[in-house]
């Protein structure tokens, strides 16, 4: 398995290393880059053919659009404060939260760790 080193935040030089297997993007994004190049952050170019086949491009990190990925992903839902749940996945890297731990996901917004239960990751949604 590859692994990648990242920062924990653009700001702060602090690292983690960071398993690379099954690589996860947003449907929206895959769909929107249909036919293009893009680059998974931190990681790679890989092409998205109209039919959506992914094929590796380069390592050279080009002018095209960087997109966010998961890899491994977990199962999460987050409380959204009108009152209803959104589900997702998340790093696996969520497991290390400690109850009332606040993250950034990026695109996404701030949430607090509240809870793991059998089949998700509970967060409450702080604010964007």
Not at 44 to 70: A, M
Not at 92 to 97: F, H, K, N, Q, R
């Amino acid at each position: 398995m590859r692994e990648v080193e990242i920062t924990v935040h653009p700001d702060k030089k602090e690292t983690r290393m960071l398993p690379v297997e099954n690589i996860f993007i947003d449907e929206i994004d895959f769909k929107k880059n249909k036919g293009k190049e893009i680059r998974l952050l931190h990681l790679f170019n890989v092409r998205i053919d109209k039919t959506g086949k992914v094929e590796f491009t380069s390592e050279q990190n080009k002018d095209i659009p960087k997109l966010n990925w998961v890899s491994n992903p977990v199962n999460c839902k987050i409380l959204m404060d009108n009152g209803k749940w959104i589900s997702g996945i998340a790093d696996p890297g969520i497991a290390e939260l400690k109850v009332g731990d606040i993250i950034q996901f990026e695109r996404f917004g701030f949430c607090r760790f509240d809870a793991k239960n059998k089949h998700n990751y509970e967060f409450w949604f702080t604010h964007r």
